[in-house]
C-alpha cells in the first residue's frame, strides 16, 4: 500500500503522505479490534483524522476489516445541496447526508458496520470504559445522558473502550476497546466543554438527524491500550435527571438481562450463543441503576465505586 | 368439553435462575422472558402431563404464601400461552 515499514501512528505521516494515501490506496488504521481500511478525497475527512485518529495505529496491510469510504456522488449532488455517501465495499448501505456532515457520518457509518457485521462478538447500545482494572458498561437509551457521561470519565482519567458500542468478546466475556471519538449532542457540547479545559472538540456538525453534534477526541491514553480487553465489573443504566442528587440504585440481574439485551444489536442474531454469552456476563457483574445531574458528583461516584472493588 | 392446559411439544428451553427472578430463553422462538416462580413452577407442573385451571391453581397455591385466584392463573396461562409455551387443548367430556 505504500506505506513505510516504519509508520506506526498516523502522526508519523506527514500531510502530504496522508492525503496521498487517503485519496488513492487508503489508509488502515486500527481501531481497538477492528482495521478499518479508509478512503476519501474530503477535505474535511482528512482534517478530521489527522487530529482526531493521529494517535492510532496504521499498517501497511491489504486485510481490513471494514473497507469504507467517504465521497460526493458522481454527477450535480456533488455541487448542488452538495452530499456525501458512506461506501462499505464500494456499496452503499444507506441514503446521504449534507456534505456538511461526511465527519460525524464516518463516525456513525463505522459503528453502523460493527453493529451490524461484527457477529463475532455480541454488540450492546452502550457506552463502555475502565479504571483499576474494572469494566463497566453503560447501556442506554437516546438522550440519556450516556455519552456525556462517557467524555467526563475520560476526561477524569478514566479509560474509555467506547461511548457507542459495548463489544464483549463470547469466549471469555471481557469488554473490547475501540477508543473511538465520543458523540456529543446539543447541550452536551457546551456542557463538556465547560467541563475540562483539556477536552480537544471538534467543530459543531448543526442540523443532523441528531440535532447539533460534535466529536471529542479519545485521549491518547486510552488509544494506547486499545489493544486491551477488560473484565466487565460493572453494568450501570444511567438517567441525567436535572436537579437530582446523584444515586446509585441496584437492580436485579433478571430485570438487568432483559435491559441489556433489549440493548443489544446482535443478541438475537447470535441465538442461544447470545444467552448464553449475557448470561455469564450478567451472572459476573454487580448491575445498577444510576442517577445525576451534576457530572463532578458522577465522577465521585464512579471513582468510588471501582475503588472499592479494587479494593477487595 | 374439558379444558386443559399442556406443554408445547418440542420446546427447548434454557433457564438462569438470580434469585427469584428466572431468565427463560425459548431456543425454538429464540424468544427471551422473565418469569418469577410461579411461571417456572407452571412449566413444571405440565412437563409431563396436561393439567386443568383449577389442578394449576391448587397445586401452584401449594408453595404460595399468599393464595393465588382463578383470574390472576387464567390471564397467567393465557399470556405463556401467547409465548408459545404452553397450550389449550379441549377433550370431550
Same mark, same amino acid.
Given at each position: 500500500?505504500?506505506?513505510?515499514?516504519?509508520?506506526?501512528?498516523?502522526?508519523?505521516?506527514?500531510?502530504?503522505?496522508?492525503?496521498?494515501?487517503?485519496?488513492?490506496?487508503?489508509?488502515?488504521?486500527?481501531?481497538?479490534?477492528?482495521?478499518?481500511?479508509?478512503?476519501?478525497?474530503?477535505?474535511?475527512?482528512?482534517?478530521?483524522?489527522?487530529?482526531?485518529?493521529?494517535?492510532?495505529?496504521?499498517?501497511?496491510?491489504?486485510?481490513?476489516?471494514?473497507?469504507?469510504?467517504?465521497?460526493?456522488?458522481?454527477?450535480?449532488?456533488?455541487?448542488?445541496?452538495?452530499?456525501?455517501?458512506?461506501?462499505?465495499?464500494?456499496?452503499?448501505?444507506?441514503?446521504?447526508?449534507?456534505?456538511?456532515?461526511?465527519?460525524?457520518?464516518?463516525?456513525?457509518?463505522?459503528?453502523?458496520?460493527?453493529?451490524?457485521?461484527?457477529?463475532?462478538?455480541?454488540?450492546?447500545?452502550?457506552?463502555?470504559?475502565?479504571?483499576?482494572?474494572?469494566?463497566?458498561?453503560?447501556?442506554?437509551?437516546?438522550?440519556?445522558?450516556?455519552?456525556?457521561?462517557?467524555?467526563?470519565?475520560?476526561?477524569?482519567?478514566?479509560?474509555?473502550?467506547?461511548?457507542?458500542?459495548?463489544?464483549?468478546?463470547?469466549?471469555?466475556?471481557?469488554?473490547?476497546?475501540?477508543?473511538?471519538? @465520543?458523540?456529543?449532542?446539543?447541550? %452536551?457540547?457546551?456542557?463538556?466543554?465547560?467541563?475540562?479545559?483539556?477536552?480537544?472538540?471538534?467543530?459543531?456538525?448543526?442540523?443532523?438527524?441528531?440535532?447539533?453534534?460534535?466529536? @471529542?477526541?479519545?485521549?491518547?491514553?486510552?488509544?494506547?491500550?486499545?489493544?486491551?480487553?477488560?473484565?466487565?465489573?460493572?453494568?450501570?443504566?444511567?438517567?441525567?435527571?436535572?436537579?437530582?442528587?446523584?444515586?446509585?440504585?441496584?437492580?436485579?440481574?433478571?430485570?438487568?438481562?432483559?435491559?441489556?439485551?433489549?440493548?443489544?444489536?446482535?443478541?438475537?442474531?447470535?441465538?442461544?450463543?447470545?444467552?448464553? @454469552?449475557?448470561?455469564?456476563?450478567?451472572?459476573?457483574?454487580?448491575?445498577?441503576?444510576?442517577?445525576? %445531574?451534576?457530572?463532578?458528583?458522577?465522577?465521585?461516584?464512579?471513582?468510588?465505586? @471501582?475503588?472499592?472493588?479494587?479494593?477487595? | 368439553?374439558?379444558?386443559?392446559?399442556?406443554?408445547?411439544?418440542?420446546?427447548?428451553?434454557?433457564?438462569?435462575?438470580?434469585?427469584?427472578?428466572?431468565?427463560?430463553?425459548?431456543?425454538?422462538?429464540?424468544?427471551?422472558?422473565?418469569?418469577?416462580?410461579?411461571?417456572?413452577?407452571?412449566?413444571?407442573?405440565?412437563?409431563?402431563?396436561?393439567?386443568?385451571?383449577?389442578?394449576?391453581?391448587?397445586?401452584?397455591?401449594?408453595?404460595?404464601?399468599?393464595?393465588?385466584?382463578?383470574?390472576?392463573?387464567?390471564?397467567?396461562?393465557?399470556?405463556?400461552?401467547?409465548?408459545?409455551?404452553?397450550?389449550?387443548?379441549?377433550?370431550?367430556?
Amino acid at each position: 500500500m505504500g506505506l513505510s515499514s516504519d509508520v506506526v501512528t498516523l502522526s508519523d505521516l506527514s500531510d502530504r503522505q496522508l492525503q496521498e494515501q487517503l485519496t488513492t490506496d487508503g489508509i488502515v488504521i486500527q481501531t481497538g479490534a477492528f482495521l478499518i481500511h479508509l478512503r476519501s478525497r474530503l477535505a474535511p475527512i482528512f482534517e478530521h483524522i489527522k487530529i482526531f485518529y493521529a494517535d492510532y495505529p496504521v499498517y501497511n496491510t491489504d486485510f481490513a476489516d471494514f473497507h469504507v469510504r467517504i465521497d460526493h456522488p458522481p454527477g450535480l449532488r456533488r455541487w448542488i445541496k452538495s452530499q456525501v455517501y458512506f461506501y462499505l465495499d464500494e456499496r452503499v448501505p444507506f441514503k446521504p447526508l449534507p456534505a456538511s456532515q461526511a465527519c460525524p457520518m464516518l463516525e456513525w457509518g463505522l459503528n453502523w458496520c460493527i453493529a451490524n457485521y461484527a457477529h463475532q462478538y455480541l454488540i450492546i447500545h452502550a457506552a463502555a470504559l475502565e479504571k483499576n482494572g474494572c469494566g463497566v458498561l453503560l447501556p442506554a437509551l437516546p438522550g440519556s445522558g450516556k455519552s456525556t457521561l462517557t467524555a467526563a470519565l475520560m476526561l477524569r482519567g478514566w479509560r474509555l473502550l467506547s461511548d457507542e458500542l459495548g463489544i464483549i468478546e463470547t469466549e471469555s466475556g471481557n469488554l473490547m476497546p475501540l477508543a473511538r471519538p @465520543v458523540n456529543l449532542k446539543n447541550e %452536551s457540547i457546551n456542557i463538556i466543554r465547560d467541563f475540562s479545559q483539556d477536552a480537544m472538540i471538534s467543530p459543531a456538525y448543526k442540523d443532523t438527524n441528531k440535532g447539533t453534534v460534535s466529536l @471529542v477526541r479519545a485521549n491518547p491514553e486510552s488509544v494506547e491500550m486499545a489493544s486491551q480487553k477488560v473484565k466487565q465489573c460493572f453494568v450501570i443504566e444511567p438517567k441525567y435527571l436535572p436537579e437530582s442528587t446523584a444515586n446509585l440504585t441496584p437492580v436485579s440481574r433478571g430485570n438487568m438481562f432483559m435491559h441489556v439485551a433489549e440493548n443489544s444489536f446482535n443478541y438475537s442474531v447470535l441465538a442461544k450463543h447470545g444467552y448464553d @454469552v449475557m448470561t455469564r456476563l450478567i451472572e459476573g457483574s454487580k448491575c445498577y441503576s444510576f442517577v445525576y %445531574s451534576r457530572l463532578e458528583d458522577a465522577v465521585r461516584i464512579f471513582d468510588d465505586l @471501582v475503588d472499592a472493588q479494587h479494593a477487595r | 368439553m374439558a379444558e386443559y392446559w399442556v406443554k408445547e411439544p418440542e420446546l427447548s428451553l434454557h433457564q438462569q435462575q438470580w434469585d427469584d427472578e428466572f431468565v427463560v430463553y425459548n431456543a425454538s422462538s429464540g424468544d427471551t422472558h422473565l418469569f418469577d416462580s410461579i411461571s417456572i413452577k407452571i412449566l413444571s407442573l405440565l412437563e409431563s402431563h396436561s393439567m386443568s385451571t383449577d389442578a394449576i391453581l391448587s397445586e401452584v397455591n401449594k408453595t404460595q404464601s399468599d393464595e393465588l385466584d382463578l383470574f390472576f392463573i387464567s390471564e397467567l396461562l393465557e399470556s405463556m400461552a401467547r409465548y408459545g409455551l404452553i397450550k389449550r387443548r379441549c377433550d370431550a367430556v
